[in-house]
């Protein structure tokens, strides 16, 4: 079992970066997969990116943050990461990592067991 927790976020302006981490206690986190999902003001929750288990080998994304968004985890250090680049203010919500044992990173969100509270990430124009 894990406690993802999620870290990073913050006031950035459009075209800024910022980079969102997701720690997770529990000495077999390299087992789960991890992704990132969001929730933007009064809109459903939505997948971003997502890394599968035993080091990561798959990735995958939404459309909306292809070639701006990456996806990368350190098992040594029970983190996974998420470098977003050229942000935009529709990137505006809050950020939830979550973790899913022996996944591949992909959506839906039943796939995923153990969720961290979120961070917010804020994208001025």
């Known amino acids: 079992q894990v406690q993802p927790h999620e870290s990073g976020g913050g006031l950035v302006q459009a075209g800024d970066s910022l980079r969102l981490s997701c720690t997770a206690s529990g000495r077999t986190f390299s087992d789960y997969a991890i992704a990132w999902f969001r ?8 997948f971003v990116a997502g890394i ?41 919500a809050v950020y939830h990592c979550a973790a899913s044992k022996y996944g591949l990173g ?4 039943y796939e995923y067991n153990y969720w961290g509270q979120g961070t917010q990430v ?4």
């Open 39 to 46: 929730q933007p003001p009064g809109k459903e929750r939505e």
């Open 52 to 92: 599968s288990w035993n080091g990561g080998a798959r990735s995958y994304y939404a459309d909306s943050v292809k070639g701006r968004f990456t996806i990368s985890r350190d098992d040594a250090k029970n983190t996974v990461y998420l470098q977003m680049n050229n942000q935009r203010p529709n990137d505006t």
């Open 106 to 109: 992909v959506p839906p969100e």
């Open 122 to 125: 804020t994208v001025s124009s």
